[in-house]
């Protein structure tokens, strides 16, 4: 079977380069519009994944009006497809203008096939990213997998495993960095399982003193200590019918181990001061950044408490695992403050998304969210630049510095190959046809590049 190809549109009205173009893209279906009649009526038809626009067409050839009011109308009917307007020598600033307007990139005639295809790839492979990401959240609809922005093999399989995990009423560890996302993932596990209708109820143990952490979970009677002015329940009594989320649990202090270990064997507590035991249906869920293991190790966690809470695990995967989420994540995190806080930001420059994809984001995706949020407000045009974020580009420069096309297009594919063998989860066969490409050149590609084993 043979993968379909991405649709280019091509919008060019000298019939040399319209000639020239069409045949230089052989890895997309392409179709050839003269003017804007032509160009709305192939845009509205064939939804294309990218737009290329010469900004000089008829009747206007010798200047830009015509190619701009095109420009402006395939943003309004198509905000998703990424247009690259092709322009004059050393017209920059009706390039600038034309990325401003919404433009994904520009570029300068003479036309170089190969260098401009590169630039089509990378838009392509950004709108699929787009386009998946939008698919999962028509699967989910307004379920509680709607906060999870995700197209990463990695995090598909745990959007899986918390449908699974979530009917049941097994305690679950989720593990991952700081930063990751796990209350997300705990809120959608509370919003599929049958305990939806009861109360969430959160604590985080490393944010509260342990002297006060006792009464905060287990509650107390009246004159129990000085200032207990009247009997409180604790956060495990609260979330009785729910779900109990101890967030951090791998620094719960060791006298409340033990404690909280007899409450999920019993099922019952004793508040502090009180005598009478109070039975607690709840669900307990927990998360932490630590390594449990090496603590027990270490005589700093109780191995028989570890296996109480670690009935299921959930591995969330650091950002810099998660192939293509960090450039979705920031997009989605664009439009959510640009609305709140009245900004007229329309999306990210090239160099700004190449360094999104390029940094390890170290803080993960509140890492990730907190450069956005800056960047909209810092930002002077309509687009996030690489300046807005403060990020290095990819090359470790604060300003991305010309490469060799070689260095740039073996590593377009080599990127390409790692994706598509995740995508297939390592099928050749399937990760040729991902590719458009035969088995042989796979592997001799894989080869090349070191992929191989």
Same mark, same amino acid.
């Given at each position: ?6 649709? $280019? ?38 939804? =294309?994944? *990218? ?136 809120? !959608? $596990? ?18 509260? =003193? ?34 109990? %989320? $101890? ?32 039975? *607690?249906?709840?669900? *307990? ?15 700093? %966690? ?13 591995? *969330? ?21 640009? !609305? ?62 010309? %490469? ?46 070191? $992929?191989?084993?």
């Amino acid at each position: 079977m043979t993968q379909s190809k991405d649709r $280019l549109l091509v919008v060019e009205d000298d019939p040399g380069l319209q000639s020239q173009l069409k045949w230089s893209f052989e890895d997309f279906d392409v179709e050839v519009a003269e003017n804007r009649e032509e160009a709305i009526a192939h845009l509205r038809r064939l939804e =294309p994944a *990218v737009v290329t626009l010469d900004l000089g067409l008829p009747p206007d050839p010798g200047g830009v009006s015509e190619g701009f009011a095109v420009l402006e109308e395939i943003l309004k009917l198509a905000p998703d497809t990424k247009v690259i307007v092709v322009t004059g020598h050393n017209d920059r600033t009706n390039a600038l203008r034309a990325i401003a307007m919404g433009a994904y990139d520009f570029y300068e005639k003479p036309i170089d096939p190969e260098l401009l295809s590169f630039t089509i790839t990378r838009a392509s492979r950004l709108f699929q990213i787009e386009q998946e990401n939008r698919r999962l959240q028509a699967v989910h609809g307004t379920s509680a997998l709607e906060g999870l922005i995700a197209s990463s093999p990695e995090m598909l399989k745990v959007c899986r495993t918390i449908e699974k995990l979530a009917p049941t009423d097994v305690s679950t560890l989720i593990l991952g960095e700081s930063g990751t996302g796990k209350e997300v993932l705990v809120k !959608a $596990l509370h919003k599929l399982s049958e305990r939806r209708d009861r109360r969430l109820v959160a604590i985080n143990c490393a944010a509260i =003193p342990e002297a006060l952490l006792e009464s905060e979970l287990f509650g107390y009677e009246k004159g129990a200590f000085t200032g207990a002015a009247k009997t409180t329940q604790g956060k495990i009594e609260v979330a009785s019918g729910g779900i109990l %989320f $101890l967030d951090e649990v791998g620094d719960l202090p060791q006298p409340l181990q033990a404690k909280l270990l007899r409450f999920l064997q019993e099922r019952v507590i004793e508040r502090i001061g009180g005598r009478s035991e109070i039975p *607690v249906d709840v669900r *307990v869920i927990c998360a932490t950044h630590r390594d449990l293991p090496e603590q027990i190790q270490a005589g700093e %966690f109780r191995e028989d408490l570890y296996y109480r809470i670690n009935e299921a695990t959930i591995r *969330v995967p650091p950002l810099r695992e998660r192939q293509g989420d960090s450039l979705l994540l920031a997009r989605a995190f664009l439009e959510k403050y640009a !609305a709140e806080l009245k900004r007229p930001i329309k999306g990210l420059t090239p160099q700004a998304v190449e360094a999104i994809e390029a940094h390890d984001w170290p803080g993960n995706v509140r890492e990730l969210e907190n450069r956005i949020k800056r960047a909209v407000i810092m930002a002077d045009g309509t687009q996030i630049s690489l300046e807005d974020l403060e990020l290095p580009g990819p090359n470790g420069q604060r300003d991305l510095d010309p %490469f060799n096309l070689r260095e740039v297009r073996e590593n377009a594919e080599s990127q390409a190959i790692l994706r598509a063998l995740a995508r297939s989860d390592g099928n050749v066969s399937k990760t040729a046809d991902l590719l458009g490409i035969t088995r042989p050149t796979l592997y001799n590609l894989m080869k090349k590049f070191g $992929l191989a084993d």
